[in-house]
């Protein structure tokens, strides 16, 4: 008979320590779970940024649009002849 009480103490000391590592586990799952969420919702933003960089860089790219930039932005223009100096 103490045989048996002694099995089923220690059955429910397995079972006890069982129950605490997986409440431990499904806390730490928990957590990876947000941070690979809050990771994904980074990446979405950077390629939404990256996205955009990169139709403002073909954007500029084109010569038309930089001389209008330019004409229109910082009212520049091309110099008269008399007014380029060389610097030797």
Same mark, same amino acid.
């Given at each position: 008979?103490?045989?048996?009480? =002694?099995?089923?103490?220690?059955?429910?000391?397995?079972?006890?320590?069982?129950?605490?590592?997986?409440a431990?586990?499904a806390?730490?799952?928990?957590?990876?779970?947000?941070?690979?969420?809050?990771?994904?919702n980074?990446?979405?933003?950077?390629?939404? %940024?990256?996205?955009?960089?990169l139709?403002?860089q073909k954007? =500029?790219?084109n %010569?038309?649009?930089?001389?209008?930039?330019i004409?229109?932005?910082?009212?520049?223009?091309?110099?008269?002849?008399?007014?380029?100096?060389y610097l030797?």
């Amino acid at each position: 008979m103490k045989w048996l009480a =002694l099995i089923f103490a220690g059955l429910l000391c397995g079972v006890a320590i069982n129950g605490v590592r997986t409440a431990v586990f499904a806390q730490e799952h928990n957590s990876l779970v947000a941070e690979v969420q809050q990771l994904k919702n980074t990446r979405n933003q950077l390629n939404a %940024d990256w996205t955009q960089l990169l139709l403002e860089q073909k954007t =500029l790219a084109n %010569d038309h649009m930089v001389e209008q930039a330019i004409a229109n932005g910082l009212n520049l223009h091309m110099p008269q002849a008399k007014q380029v100096v060389y610097l030797q």
